[in-house]
């Protein structure tokens, strides 16, 4: 049984003023930075034997900081595992979108994949390309499997490798720093947990590898 383990990169100043990123290449801030190492920290009793990730800083520097901490190199950076393209609404928050594109943007809260964003991408062109880079990498070799990228491409990857509804897996809450886990046997896929955080709940003093894994 393989196991993927999708790691959403740490916090950054957009994500805390609640804009959308998309492709802008936002940094990790210091509280980004400290998720990473939480989450780095949660990952060295899994037993990680291949890490990938994006290339945007954000969650480049999120794969770095747990490559160091697991010593596990970073096997590729896939740009299929890229953020969404917001296009024209990278850098505004959710009432500048509604206020300048009112229509599409209540379209995009009710249907993703019917959406095509000015100057940016439709989900379905995402779900497309995220699952060619998943191909890629579940063709390479490794066991345990890290991934490291976004909300929306780990959305994607989801909706990609359970052939679930596109607008259904938009409705999956992926936080900063959270990790998701699918068990991959011959026949079948199977979702271990989504969306877990546990290891961000540790105070600073009471960072330990040993928190208890969901699986």
Known sequence: MRRIFLLRHGKTEWNGQFRYQGKSDVP?????????????LRLTSLD???I???PLSRAKETAHIV???LGVPIKGFYEELCEMN????EGLTAPDIERSYAESFRLWRRNPEKVKIPKGES?????????CGMKKIL????????????GGSIRAALAGLFAMDISASWRIRIDNCSLTSMELGSD??????ANDTLHLLVDDEGLVPNLPVLI
């Open 86 to 89: 917001f296009g024209a609404w």
């Open 188 to 193: 079948r896929v199977m979702l271990a947990f």
């Open 28 to 40: 990790l801030n210091e509280e980004g930075r400290l998720q990473a190492q939480r989450a780095a």
């Open 67 to 69: 490559s160091r901490t």
């Open 48 to 50: 990680i034997d291949a």
């Open 123 to 131: 989900f379905t062109e995402v779900v497309e390309r995220v699952t």
């Open 139 to 150: 063709n390479d070799a490794g066991e345990n499997i890290l991934v490291v990228a976004h």
């Open 52 to 54: 990938y990730a994006s």
